[in-house]
Each structure stands twice: as C-alpha cells, then as structure tokens.
C-alpha cells in the first residue's frame, strides 16, 4: 500500500468511528457535559437586556452630546457678557468725561458759548420773600437780589 491509500484508508476509518459514535458517549470521552437545564440567560431574557442596554447607552450619549452643547453656549455668552461689560465701562467713563466740568467748560468755548453776566439760583428764589400784592398788581421788582 502506498502512503496516499494509507492517508485514505485512516480517514475512511476515523469518519467510520465518528459516525458510528453518538453524541453523548463522544462528549463523555472529552469529558464534557451536557446539562440540559442550564439556568444561564438565554434569548428570551438576553435580548431585552441587550437592548436596554444599547437604548440607556444612546441615552448617555445623548446626555453627553447636549451637555458639551450648553457648554459652547454657556462659553459664547460668558464672551459676551465680558464684550458687554467692557463696553458698559467705556461708556460710563464716556459719561463722566462728558459730565467734567472742565471738559463741558471747553467744549461750550469750542461752540461759542459765552458766561453768562447775571446768574439765577432757583433754590434761592424760592427762599425769597413771597410777593406782596402791591408789589405784584405795580410789577415792581424784588428788593434782595440773587446775585452774589
């Protein structure tokens, strides 16, 4: 016999063997068992789990995604509260540049403006004497002046 008719010969003999044996006794000799009432999870049960799970991971990644959302906006609008605040104090330094007396003062020299040559102080005409109907009916004037 030559080596290939062996090869064939041991193939033809082993798969004889293999299917003359049945399964049990084939697992016995690996020594392994077959338990039939496993109390491992099964489709039944592992397919709800698997899909709560991947619905609770989605969930997360929503979380996630939403979260580093707020977070661009709550950036974008602190920059603008800090844009908004620089202008705030521009214009109230503006404001008080405005308000200066020295400044209004050059200004009002720029334009035109001249001082005036009488002042009127309405806090003091008020304090003044209330007029006295003869005073009045001949529009005579105030003895006490404002004028300093």
Do not use: W
Request: proline share 5%; aromatic share 2%.
């Amino acid at each position: 016999m030559t080596q290939a008719q062996a090869k064939v010969q041991t193939r033809m003999s082993l798969f004889s063997l293999r299917k003359s044996e049945s399964k049990p006794s084939r697992l016995s000799r690996l020594k392994l068992e077959m338990n039939r009432d496993r109390t491992g999870l099964r489709a039944g049960v592992l397919l709800p789990v698997l899909v709560t799970a991947l619905v609770v991971s989605l969930g997360i990644a929503a979380l996630r995604i939403d979260l580093l959302r707020v977070r661009y906006a709550l950036a974008a609008a602190t920059l603008e509260e800090q844009r908004l605040l620089d202008e705030s104090r521009s214009l109230t330094a503006e404001m008080r540049k405005l308000r200066d007396p020295y400044h209004l003062a050059l200004q009002a020299r720029d334009l035109g403006f001249v001082r005036p040559s009488r002042l009127i102080d309405l806090r003091d005409a008020k304090a003044a004497q209330t007029p006295i109907p003869e005073r009045v009916a001949a529009h005579q004037t105030s003895t006490s002046s404002s004028l300093p």
